[in-house]
């Protein structure tokens, strides 16, 4: 609703009947005059034209394909949208529950940059981890037997080491952890992609101007001078979905011309993904050592040895042997192969109802 001050509203009750009788009479002097009603008075302009109950500037808002009409119009991310309350007058700012006078439009999602590239890692033979050393016999690690690791440094490549030494009363038997066919793995974002996902939806909030109906020659609309609030505009909305509307700007328009344009859509939404990547076995690998024991700490006196796949083995040593040194050796070093699978982009992209704004200049 406009604000009217009294000397507005005295004024058109001097135009119904004369000064005189509004004068001394005041409300209710003049038939058919109610105070409870809004009386828009005349407003002239600076070049003595009738502005009608325009407070502001009469904009021309008849051009083909567009809605006879003008907007208040934000534009900016979805998250940050304001509601239609924060700029139309009578309304409270954060009167965020009120809905959107007339539409919300979305901008066209950015191209979308593609998928990164599948990778794997190959498959390899790696050697055994080491040893389990119990007290017992063929392995027992049951009560009363002692348990003693025997392992290797990290990534041992079977030369002689010597984690330590066993002595006979402790070294019955000792268990070799299996060779590892190490599988292939995927390889996250192997290569870099240029450009990013899309970001936060661009959207534009399309109002109503209550106010915009006060000009008195028909097809021109109020725009209020009252400065708007930061990233509004006053707007024209095509009303058909095409591509070749373009913003008036003939010499034959009156006033300020729409004349900066933005493309919006009714329908816009990108909910295409990448689908994750993964790794097929496509032939298997082939893994058989060799591991050694030995009583010193240098690999020269040998307890004995064992051949190990993939399930490890047990083996029991000599009675009275002691545990110094071990060493190992591939009789069998052929890793498989592998290759991987997605990175295709799937899902819906929708991009429908074309609309065209066509703005007045910022600040404006």
């Known amino acids: 609703m406009a604000r009217w001050g009294t000397g507005r509203i005295l004024a058109a009750v001097i135009g119904l009947s004369g000064a005189a009788v509004a004068t001394a009479s005041g409300c209710g002097a003049v038939d058919g005059y109610d105070c409870a009603e809004l009386l828009a008075c005349d407003f002239i302009t600076e070049d003595g034209t009738n502005n009608g109950a325009c407070d502001g500037i009469c904009v021309d808002a008849t051009f083909g394909s567009f809605k006879e009409q003008p907007f208040l119009v934000w534009m900016g991310h979805a998250d940050l949208a304001p509601r239609c309350g924060a700029v139309l007058r ?3 700012p954060d009167d965020a529950a009120g809905p959107f006078s007339f539409a919300l439009l979305r901008a066209e999602p950015a191209p979308h940059p593609g998928c990164d590239p599948c990778a794997c890692t190959q498959p390899a033979c790696a050697l055994p981890a080491g040893l389990s050393v119990t007290s017992g016999y063929m392995c027992d690690e049951g009560p009363g037997e002692t348990v003693t690791p025997f392992e290797p440094p990290a990534g041992w490549d079977g030369a002689c080491v010597a984690p330590g030494t066993v002595p006979a009363a402790a070294f019955g038997s000792f268990a070799i ?3 590892t066919e190490r599988a292939c793995e995927v390889v996250e974002a192997p290569v870099p992609r240029d450009g990013a996902l899309p970001g936060s939806m661009e959207v534009a ?10 000009c008195p020659e028909k097809g021109h609309r109020c725009v209020a001078e009252e400065r708007l609030p930061a990233g509004w505009r006053h707007c024209i909305l095509s009303e058909i979905e095409a591509d070749y509307i373009e913003c008036p700007n003939g010499e034959d328009i009156e006033g300020p011309r729409h004349s900066e344009k933005f493309t919006f859509w009714m329908v816009a939404k990108d909910e295409r993904k990448c689908k994750k990547c993964s790794c097929h076995e496509t032939a298997p690998s082939e893994c058989e050592a060799i591991v050694s024991t030995f009583e010193d700490a240098a ?6 040895s064992a051949m190990v796949r993939e399930n490890g083995v047990c083996h029991d040593a000599e009675p009275g042997s002691t545990l110094g040194s071990m060493s190992a050796a591939w009789r069998v070093n052929a890793p498989g192969s592998c290759a991987p699978s997605g990175g295709e982009l799937t899902g819906e992209r929708q991009v429908e109802g074309r609309r065209t704004l066509c703005c007045l200049p910022e600040g404006t």
């Open 177 to 179: 952890a299996p060779v």
């Open 90 to 92: 009578g309304e409270e």
């Open 205 to 214: 909030v399309v109002c109503e101007d209550a106010d915009a109906e006060r």
């Open 299 to 304: 690999c020269g006196e040998m307890v004995a």
